[in-house]
């Protein structure tokens, strides 16, 4: 369990990486372009999506970074117990308000999704026909994902927790 684990995890972490390292590296030159064709070339390539885009890019960037800081377990966290507590009760506590994160996660991605279904019989487009609801279906993508996430701690916490300690381990 642990192997599968860990290879969906190296997985995520290629995928989620590698996605930002383009949208940071388009946002970056998109903008740069932009500022070099307004100040020094003025305007002289008319490029009308290239600021939707760069709003584009700033979503998608937020939720895959977002995504990306959940993994690392570098989110919000209000940590109290573990600073008062220690042993399995800590462990437990982490379980619970892990679990309990994945499920609002996976009840906002819900509801993002229900908004994008909405979105899609709106019918409005961007970059003259380009689904709007295809570019911002990220948002429940990106929440389903951080709900996998903290299942993914969870199941490694309670494997940490019923697996032998150090001292089994040793002989």
Excluded at 60 to 69: C, P, R, T
Excluded at 83 to 94: F, N, Y
Excluded at 110 to 125: C, H, I, N, P
Aim: one cysteine or more.
């Amino acid at each position: 369990m642990r192997k599968l684990l860990d290879r969906l995890e190296r997985f995520g972490r290629l995928a989620e990486n590698s996605a930002l390292v383009i949208l940071l590296g388009t946002m970056i030159g998109v903008s740069v372009f932009q500022i070099i064709n307004r100040q020094l070339l003025d305007g002289a390539f008319s490029l009308t999506w290239a600021d939707e885009l760069v709003k584009i890019i700033v979503l998608w960037l937020a939720m895959v970074g977002s995504v990306a800081a959940c993994r690392d377990n570098k989110h919000i966290r209000i940590d109290l117990i573990s600073h008062v507590l220690s042993g399995p009760v800590v462990a437990w506590s982490k379980v619970v308000v892990d679990l309990f994160a994945a499920a609002v996660c996976a009840m906002i991605g819900w509801q993002a999704w229900r908004l994008v279904r909405e979105e899609r019989s709106w019918g409005d487009t961007v970059f003259s026909d380009v689904p709007l609801w295809l570019l911002h279906a990220i948002v429940p993508l990106a929440f389903v994902l951080i709900s996998y996430q903290f299942l993914v701690r969870v199941l490694r916490l309670i494997i940490r927790i019923f697996g032998p300690d150090e001292a089994e381990r040793a002989s």
